[in-house]
């Protein structure tokens, strides 16, 4: 799943390509993609309205529109964004179409069906996007962004101090930090020289700074490189490259790029994890929890591709009437 570099790339090349267009209709193939709305809600409630900023929450795009809504985008696994014009032919997987006054059209496709896409308005109260409905706001379970200066090493001591979780699923946990995934938790921890299984509480003032550090710098540069084009990720304007920079992740049996021993893939809490088991070494009073918290999988020829998401139930199949497959 796309993570923050990836989300904000998408974010950076949309603005360039869409900044200022009005929206005049939308068309949806697939239902499900919108979150808020039916098809004909939704197309009536954009219409007429200008894009005045894109960017991003978390793993979220935001298109903030004209009269206080915004967009909600979602790219889940294969979600992709591109803009063209609108007579050219649709793809196989367009699942929504945003047509601009200009002659082109947003789309969204999806191989998956898992994206979403929604409309929010804001509280005129405390301007938060929130849930239709009298709901709460959108964001309220994201935790701080790690970019924003905001985000200093006072600021991560204090939330990680206040937790005892082991560290890989912390930093997975998107009320605790938003926008890290798999990939770049692995890549912060090995550059700090952490155990991804070890207790958030164990840490000492010189390896909560490592951390932050690590967390800042890999995600900055995988921003810089359009992010990790790995498998089904491409920004609207190109793939990434920070998958020719990445240490440990899906290098598994590979030589570790510090000390020349093979990285190992463990498997913690369902998620595949990448690590270097002498620079990222635990300690010793928590090796026998680890040893139940995670699992070492068989060898195989390849990396293992993470688990996926479930299924979107199949719409129900009509059968046809005897009368009918006679005719």
């Known amino acids: 799943m796309p993570e923050l570099p990836e989300v904000e790339t998408v974010a950076r090349d949309l603005r360039g390509l869409v ?49 206080g809504a915004a967009l909600a985008i979602h790219l889940k696994m294969t979600g992709r964004l591109s803009v063209g014009p609108a007579t050219a032919s649709d793809d196989d997987h367009l699942r929504l179409a945003i047509r601009l006054d200009d ?42 962004e790690p970019l924003e200066p905001s985000f200093t090493l006072r600021a991560f001591r204090d939330r990680l101090r206040a937790r005892r979780g082991r560290l890989k699923p912390l930093l997975l946990d998107q009320s605790f930090i938003a926008g890290i995934g798999n990939i ?19 840490l000492r003032p010189p390896d909560e700074r490592r951390l932050h550090e690590a967390i800042r710098s890999v995600l900055a540069e995988a921003v810089e490189r359009r992010g990790s084009s790995v498998r089904d990720y491409t920004g609207p304007m190109g793939d990434g490259t920070m998958q020719g920079q990445l240490a ?16 190992r893939r463990l498997v913690i809490a369902a998620r595949a994890s990448h690590v270097c088991p002498w ?14 918290s995670a699992r070492t999988p068989r060898p195989s020829a390849r990396e293992p591709r993470e688990p996926r998401e479930p299924r979107e139930p199949r ?12 005719s």
């Open 103 to 144: 002659g082109r059209e947003v789309r969204f496709s999806d191989t998956r069906k898992f994206g979403r896409v929604g409309l929010y308005e804001r509280d005129p109260r405390t301007g938060e996007l929130v849930e239709p409905g009298g709901g709460g706001p959108l964001f309220v379970r994201h935790g701080p």
């Open 184 to 202: 770049y938790a692995d890549e912060a921890l090995w550059r700090a020289r952490l155990h991804p299984l070890r207790p958030a509480n164990s």
């Open 279 to 292: 620079c990222q070494r635990l300690p010793r009073a928590a090796r026998p929890e680890a040893r139940r």
């Open 248 to 263: 440990v992740y899906q290098r598994t049996g590979r030589p570790c790029l510090r000390c020349g021993r093979p990285i």
């Open 19 to 67: 900044l200022g267009a009005t929206i005049v209709g939308a068309r949806c193939t697939w239902p499900r993609t919108l979150r808020t709305h039916d098809p004909d809600g939704f197309a009536a409630a954009v219409a007429g309205r200008t894009i005045e900023r894109v960017g991003r929450r978390g793993k979220l795009i935001v298109v903030e529109l004209s009269e």
């Open 315 to 326: 719409e129900p199949r009509v059968r046809p009437t005897a009368a009918a497959a006679v």
